[in-house]
């Protein structure tokens, strides 16, 4: 081989070289992007995915039963603006705040009492504690107010 040949196939591979080093580069930046985003979207939903509603009997200080809707929060910060949506289309319950580490009561109404069987989930709408509005389903789906479904909805 002459040195011309030798001089361009070394050219060629070290073009093969840093272009393969580039794309390398390139696909490992990707990758740390995507875990930074998936990070911040664990941190952005942290919160909101400790709080859960119920609806269940329990008995009242005088004897009596009583069946009332329950608002977990297990996050270490409150929610606020918490609603319950009633499914029969009336006015939705409202529950203002709940501490956190807490669970709040709140009666439910009469016409619950003919479908009632055993605890069951209920739908629930809160500001966490960043100004973020959530919402968890009666199957426990938790979706923001602006990302209503796709990849952050959250089972």
Request: net charge negative.
């Amino acid at each position: 081989m002459d040195s011309d040949a030798i001089n361009a196939f070394g050219s060629v591979f070290s073009a093969l070289g840093t272009v393969g080093a580039f794309l390398v580069g390139f696909v490992l930046l990707r990758r740390e992007q995507n875990r930074e985003a998936e990070r911040a979207e664990d941190m952005r939903r942290g919160q909101a995915a400790r709080i859960s509603a119920w609806v269940e009997m329990h008995r009242k200080p005088d004897g009596s039963r009583e069946l009332a809707f329950h608002i977990h929060n297990a996050s270490d910060m409150p929610i606020y603006e918490v609603e319950l949506p009633m499914p029969e289309g009336g006015d939705a319950e409202f529950v203002g705040l709940v501490p956190p580490g807490q669970t709040i009561r709140r009666p439910a109404p009469a016409s619950w009492l003919r479908s009632y069987v055993d605890p069951e989930p209920v739908e629930i709408e809160f500001l966490d504690s960043a100004g973020r509005r959530w919402t968890r389903n009666e199957q426990g789906r938790l979706t923001s107010a602006t990302v209503e479904s796709g990849p952050h909805a959250l089972n």
